[in-house]
């Protein structure tokens, strides 16, 4: 079988991922972040990469602009946190200010709430009364801009909603992440990767990045669909002072790149170290 050529286009790229983690709790260190690791991993199990994050508190101003960015860019993001139904959740007001649209009740989002509100009325042995205030307040978490479509809740069935390609979850992980999941699953199938994503690297010492930019430009641009990283470090406990070198992508791309990678650092006489491979 004859190697891909270094200059064959690869097919039609994958969009770019985005992440939005919204809550004062993150930003004022009561709660840990846990979705950015948990986003990272559900993209690279399906061959895909998360290319930005962004943390905002629940300022209903900070947030709008933040989706405007966002419904703007085409760019497949997911937001976390702020669907609620309490005084501090603002991003289903947000999105539709965002989009210039106004907020309706979903009747599918509503129905969902209310078969979660009569279940936990026989859970506790009591009449579902459908037009107590409180089983009205939680209708709120139904309220989404204008042609919003759903995403379920496995959880609890209180859905999230997706405006085009930016997708709104809980802030709850339990519920969050099973729910990006079904998203990336049910819309976006047709960007998984088939073939394995690995990096492989090398350790190099004594070099300077602009001494090597040349060469990392000159593997991106023979190498159409791969990706080259340096990452420098003063203070390695094993290597100390270093650059890790790599490429990634696909395996019959990354094994091409990554050999002309190792040839040009031979050319420029770089002190090599261990190599790396990650998968």
């Known amino acids: 079988m004859n190697p891909l050529p270094t200059t064959t286009p690869c097919a039609k790229a994958a969009p770019h991922f985005g992440l939005i983690i919204i809550g004062d709790e993150i930003l004022s260190g009561k709660r840990a972040d846990k979705h950015l690791p948990k986003v990272i991993e559900l993209l690279k199990a399906r061959g895909l990469a998360l290319d930005y994050a962004e943390y905002v508190g629940d300022s209903p101003e900070r947030i709008t602009a933040t989706l405007v960015r966002a419904f703007a860019t085409g760019d497949v993001v997911f937001s976390t946190g ?164 790599g490429v990634k992508g696909e395996p019959a791309r990354v094994s091409s790149a990554y050999a002309d990678l190792l040839s040009g650092l031979h050319h420029l006489d770089a002190k090599l170290g261990p190599e790396l491979v990650q998968k």
């Open 82 to 245: 702020g669907i609620g139904a309490t005084p501090d959740d603002h991003t289903r007001q947000c999105a539709a200010k965002a989009l210039g649209l106004t907020l309706a009740l979903h009747p599918a989002a509503a129905e969902l709430i209310r078969q979660r509100m009569q279940d936990l009325a026989k859970e506790q042995g009591s009449v579902f009364e459908p037009d107590h205030p409180d089983n009205l307040h939680r209708l709120n978490m139904a309220m989404f801009p204008v042609g919003a479509q759903l995403i379920p809740n496995p959880y609890n069935r209180v859905a999230g909603f997706s405006y085009g390609s930016v997708h709104f979850v809980p802030g709850f992980p339990v519920m969050a992440w099973p729910m990006i999941e079904w998203v990336l699953d049910t819309h976006y199938p047709q960007w998984h990767q088939t073939a394995a994503w690995i990096e492989q690297s090398v350790i190099v010492f004594g070099a300077m990045e602009a001494t090597l930019t040349p060469l990392m430009q000159d593997i991106e641009r023979r190498h159409v669909g791969v990706k080259v990283f340096s990452l420098p470090s003063v203070d390695h406990p094993a290597y100390g002072r270093h650059i890790e070198l």
